[in-house]
């Protein structure tokens, strides 16, 4: 069964195993497998099926030969297809030692702990285990001596006088090798890449609007002035061609340009949705056809912030940021808060105020 | 020393298969004798309306306790595949009592598995042929 564990050029480096998932479960595998698996080089207790790395596993067999130590015994667990030594450490003793007491309260007990003791003792007989018996073991794969062997972590004897559970065991594997062991792991790609790497196209545009706004240093724009700056256009354009539902077959070239206007217009929208968002911009009015007021550019705006905050710095704290847009609104016009909070920004930015807590500022 | 794996078999596939002395397998079968003084039991199996029989040395699994007309699983290394009566004979390392075992189920599970080794054992074929 060399073949079963070749293949050693796609593994994946050590530091990137614990993405694969059947690294951290116990995989149910051939014992068979478990003997042929190939040892990893960098790190001892690592083993490798095909390209999965593999250092737990989990066993369903017959036990064939039993060996008693002092504090564990050893078992050969037959599964049909190989012979594993399995190392079970001896819980039960562990457990009567721990116990207060032994069994001098057995009668004055409740309920529950004569049920305690109950489960202890079925524990404990499922624990020891005489040749025929099934045993179901998990644990680390462990070499000694040049043996490969389970070091079990929990292991116990199954109940299986109708074969029903080896049965489905060997029902079971086929499909786990071929949904998960046989196949080589991928390591998905992180979710955020996608959308990090192709930017939408509001997005490009909104950078260029930002770059274009603080070089032009207009204070207003209404959007179909936006949408005639060359530069801007260009870039919505190229953007546009560049997905694929730009190339629509359907429809005469008339078509296909008006289409593509519509689309820009939109875009347009979106990247003057975005701006407001971020508070760069506010518009005048409610209406769809509003002129947009640059928020950096507003000077009558930062002035009459810088009085208001002025006003009202006789407070302890200092002059909340609700009372700041409460009184901005009234006497000014439409502000959205995020404008606000950027107008509030570039004033502290010039020392003309300070915040006290991130919602209160005094004028300096 | 470890034991070799016993290979699940199925009881007509012992019976039919010559050559095999010496291997280890694990197979199922009705008890319908046992003889204590010769240490001797008797596997049955019908498939295909055709009987198949096993005999099977207790030797190294005495006492067992045995009900004669119930399933039971054997495992343990082929002794001569025509012994006396001409049916195959089988020193048994293990014998349990599996009575009440879906028969149909543990043949599609072998089958399955053997399947997916066939599979799986074809595709490397492949896969080292194409890396020669």
């Known amino acids: 069964m060399e073949t079963a564990c070749e293949g050693g050029a796609d593994t994946l480096p050590p530091e990137l195993w614990g993405l694969d998932p059947v690294f951290a479960a116990f995989a149910k595998l051939y014992i068979r497998d478990?003997?042929?698996?190939?040892?990893?080089?960098?790190?001892?207790?690592?083993?490798?099926?095909?390209?999965?790395?593999?250092?737990?596993?989990?066993?369903?067999?017959?036990?064939?030969?039993?060996?008693?130590?002092?504090?564990?015994?050893?078992?050969?667990?037959?599964?049909?297809?190989?012979?594993?030594?399995?190392?079970?450490?001896?819980?039960?003793?562990?457990?009567?030692?721990?116990?207060?007491?032994?069994?001098?309260?057995?009668?004055?007990?409740?309920?529950?702990?004569?049920?305690?003791?109950?489960?202890?003792?079925?524990?404990?007989?499922?624990?020891?285990?005489?040749?025929?018996?099934?045993?179901?073991?998990?644990?680390?794969?462990?070499?000694?001596?040049?043996?490969?062997?389970?070091?079990?972590s929990l292991y116990n004897?199954?109940?299986?006088?109708?074969?029903?559970?080896?049965?489905?065991?060997?029902?079971?594997?086929?499909?786990?090798?071929?949904?998960?062991?046989?196949?080589?792991?991928?390591?998905?790609?992180?979710s955020g890449a996608a959308s990090g790497a192709k930017p939408s196209g509001a997005g490009l545009l909104l950078q260029e609007i930002k770059l274009f706004l603080k070089r032009s240093r207009v204070t207003n724009f209404h959007q179909h002035e936006l949408e005639a700056i060359t530069s801007l256009v260009a870039l919505a354009h190229k953007h546009l061609l560049s997905q694929p539902s730009a190339q629509d077959p359907s429809g005469t070239q008339q078509g296909c340009s008006g289409a593509a206007s519509r689309q820009i217009h939109t875009m347009f929208q979106e990247a003057i949705g975005l701006l407001q968002e971020e508070g760069v911009v506010f518009p005048k009015t409610a209406s769809p056809d509003t002129l947009y007021l640059v928020t950096d550019e507003d000077q009558q705006l930062h002035s009459l912030t810088l009085e208001i905050i002025r006003e009202d710095s006789g407070r302890p704290k200092g002059c909340p940021l609700l009372r700041v847009l409460r009184a901005v609104q009234s006497r000014h016009r439409v502000v959205s808060e995020s404008a606000l909070l950027r107008v509030l920004n570039t004033l502290e930015c010039n020392s003309d105020i300070i915040s006290t807590t991130d919602s209160h500022y005094i004028a300096v | 020393m470890l034991p070799r794996p016993g290979d699940f078999q199925l009881l007509w596939e012992v019976c039919s298969s010559a050559g095999t002395e010496g291997k280890t397998i694990?197979?199922?079968?009705?008890?319908?004798?046992?003889?204590?003084?010769?240490?001797?039991?008797?596997?049955?199996?019908?498939?295909?309306?055709?009987?198949?029989?096993?005999?099977?040395?207790?030797?190294?699994?005495?006492?067992?306790?045995?009900?004669?007309?119930?399933?039971?699983?054997?495992?343990?290394e082929i002794e001569a595949t025509e012994g006396v009566c001409n049916i195959p004979v089988i020193q048994a390392r293990l014998l349990m009592c599996v009575d009440g075992i879906n028969l149909p189920l543990?043949?599609?599970?072998?089958?399955?598995?053997?399947?997916?080794?066939?599979?799986?054992?074809?595709?490397?074929?492949?896969?080292?042929?194409?890396?020669?």
Request: glycine content about 8%; some cysteine.
């Open chain 1, 34 to 152: 478990i003997l042929a698996l190939r040892e990893a080089p960098e790190i001892p207790g690592v083993f490798f099926y095909r390209s999965r790395p593999i250092s737990k596993v989990d066993v369903l067999g017959i036990v064939v030969q039993k060996q008693e130590k002092e504090r564990f015994y050893r078992y050969g667990v037959d599964d049909g297809t190989g012979v594993i030594t399995c190392v079970c450490w001896k819980q039960g003793q562990v457990l009567a030692a721990t116990e207060p007491g032994g069994c001098s309260h057995s009668h004055s007990g409740g309920g529950l702990e004569a049920g305690l003791r109950r489960l202890r003792h079925r524990a404990e007989q499922d624990s020891h285990l005489e040749l025929g018996d099934v045993i179901s073991a998990r644990g680390r794969i462990k070499v000694f001596r040049d043996e490969r062997e389970i070091n079990c």
């Open chain 1, 157 to 190: 004897r199954v109940a299986d006088t109708r074969c029903a559970a080896q049965i489905s065991r060997m029902l079971e594997l086929p499909q786990l090798y071929r949904t998960f062991y046989d196949k080589t792991f991928q390591i998905p790609p992180p």
């Open chain 2, 26 to 76: 694990r197979t199922v079968g009705r008890l319908s004798s046992y003889h204590a003084r010769i240490s001797e039991a008797i596997l049955i199996m019908h498939h295909n309306s055709t009987l198949y029989q096993l005999a099977v040395y207790t030797a190294l699994v005495e006492p067992f306790e045995a009900h004669l007309g119930s399933d039971y699983m054997v495992l343990g």
């Open chain 2, 106 to 132: 543990l043949e599609r599970a072998i089958q399955e598995q053997r399947k997916y080794f066939q599979e799986r054992d074809g595709r490397s074929d492949l896969e080292t042929e194409e890396v020669k």
